[in-house]
C-alpha cells in the first residue's frame, strides 16, 4: 500500500480514540508515530515490501503493553494497519485509563445453559424403561 494512504488511515483512525498522528516519514523508514496523553506513544513501521508490521515505543512505560500487538502482527496471516492499531489500542487501554471492554457474549451463553433443558432439550444421563 502506498504510504499516502496508511498515513490517510491512520489519521482516520485517530479520529475515533485519544492518539494523535503526530509523525509521518517516509524516507529514512515508513513510520508512523502516534501520541496520547498521559505520555502515551509509539510507532509503526509499515512494510514496504514483503515485510510485516513493526510496533515499537520509546518510553519504556509502554513497552511491556505493546508486547500483545507485537505478538498479534508476528501471528500468521497479513494484518492490515487498522487492525494492527485496534491491538495496540485495546493493549493500552489500562494506560489511557480506559476500562477493558467486556465480552459479554460468553456471559450470555453461560445464562441461556443455566436453568431447565426445554421440551425440544435432549436429557443426559441414563434413561430409565
Sequence with gaps: MEFKHLVEAAEKWCSGNPFDLIFAEED???????????????YVLCPGGTDSFHVWSESEDCLPFLQVAQDYISSCGKKTLLEVLEKVFTSFRPLLGIPDLEDDSFEHYHT??????????????????
Design 112 to 129: 441461556d445453559m443455566e436453568g431447565e433443558p426445554g421440551p425440544d432439550q435432549q436429557q443426559m444421563g441414563v434413561s430409565q424403561q
Design 28 to 42: 529514512d523508514e515508513r513510520r508512523l508515530d502516534f501520541y496520547a496523553e498521559p505520555g502515551v506513544s509509539f
